[in-house]
């Protein structure tokens, strides 16, 4: 089998995934609870894929596979590609 190329799922990001977790705890960057399992790039991925692998570059943040104990929202899945500052608010402009 061909290795494959890409070194985001790699063994370097499971370690910045977990120091990441050790600098900032379980508590999610977007709704501010506990019980974040995600690795949020402040940064995403998809807009900016050569950007290299920094626990300081993420946050934690609740997924689809682990919604948030409190409010129950799948904050990085809600969030997608925008940046940051949208999320916070999440009162609709219309
Ligand atoms: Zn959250
Ligand atoms: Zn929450």
């Known amino acids: 089998m061909a290795r494959r190329g890409k070194h985001r799922a790699g063994r370097p990001y499971r370690r910045a995934r977990a120091q990441m977790f050790a600098i900032y705890g379980d508590t999610c960057h977007i709704c501010g609870h506990?019980?974040?399992?995600?690795?949020?790039?402040?940064?995403?991925?998809s807009l900016d894929c050569?950007?290299?692998?920094?626990?300081?570059?993420m946050r934690p943040a609740h997924g689809a596979n682990a919604r948030c104990p409190?409010?129950?929202?799948?904050?990085?899945?809600?969030?997608?590609?925008?940046?940051?500052?949208?999320?916070v608010r999440t009162s609709q402009a219309w």
């Open 34 to 45: 506990h019980g974040a399992g995600e690795a949020d790039h402040l940064v995403p991925v």
């Open 70 to 87: 409190v409010c129950g929202r799948a904050c990085n899945t809600e969030r997608g590609n925008r940046p940051v500052t949208y999320a």
């Open 50 to 57: 050569e950007q290299p692998i920094d626990p300081h570059a």
